[in-house]
């Protein structure tokens, strides 16, 4: 079992490019969390993903980033007309399902390190 | 809003010396609690979680934490570390309004002198 695989490891852009995150959750999980983490700070959650909804993004910034997680194929994180602020470890995590004790079976995978030139 | 606190950011031990990291949260009500660990350029993994029941939790390599309800905290300790354990340690917490969702502290980075 390979775990969650994510990919790049790092990313670098430009200011105003677009930056594309993928997550590929461990086998037999259908649903995706995105997490980012800034410098010097703990990791707040993004979103929350299934296979073709987004069950909560409480925590998507409102402009710029999307997400989806579709039938087929990994997840994608993605930011437009980057700015240096969005400079950050971006973590993906998964888990089989949302019922009690999903997070017993939670796994994070190594992160994407974005920096923004 | 959940809120989680660890008001050490950086500790230095040298090995063999007993550790304690501290974790505060916010939320009055049922809640489950983690601590992660990171080692450098690998992925989160799990060092521990409270459910219910014993409210000392024993988790992997030696670790150990206890929830204090009436003080909203969940410090981690390991009698006796070693320099293989340094790393960053995040404790996290779950409440049952927030779903599926994690709320983080800003996590400790502990350094173990050999």
């Known amino acids: 079992n390979a775990g969650v695989m994510q990919n790049p490891r790092h990313l670098v852009r430009r200011r105003g490019q677009e930056a594309r995150l993928r997550c590929s959750p461990m086998?037999?999980?259908?649903?995706v969390y995105w997490y980012r983490q800034l410098p010097e700070e703990g990791l707040k959650f993004m979103v929350y993903?299934?296979?073709?909804?987004?069950?909560?993004e409480s925590g998507m910034p409102k402009e710029r980033f999307s997400a989806e997680f579709p039938k087929e194929g990994p997840s994608i994180l993605r930011i437009q007309q980057v700015v240096r602020g969005d400079s950050a470890a971006y973590f993906c995590?998964?888990?089989?399902?949302?019922?009690?004790?999903?997070?017993?079976?939670?796994?994070f995978g190594s992160g994407t390190q974005l920096s923004v030139l | 809003a959940q809120s989680v606190s660890q008001h050490n950011h950086h500790v230095i031990l040298s090995e063999a010396a007993s550790l304690e990291l501290g974790c505060n949260y916010s939320y009055g009500g049922t809640v489950n609690l983690f601590w992660y660990v990171q080692y450098p350029g690998q992925h989160l993994q799990l060092l521990l979680k409270y459910f219910s029941g014993d409210p000392l939790v024993k988790g992997i390599k030696g670790f150990e934490a206890e929830f204090i309800k009436s003080k909203f905290s969940f410090n981690l300790r390991k009698p006796s570390v070693q320099w293989s354990d340094t790393a960053e340690y995040f404790c996290a917490v779950n409440d049952n309004n927030a779903g599926n969702m994690l709320t983080f502290g800003g996590g400790t980075r502990l350094m173990v002198k050999p």
């Open positions: 993903l299934q296979k073709e909804n987004i069950i909560d």
């Open positions: 086998k037999g999980h259908s649903h």
């Open positions: 995590a998964s888990s089989p399902g949302q019922n009690a004790g999903w997070a017993e079976k939670l796994f």
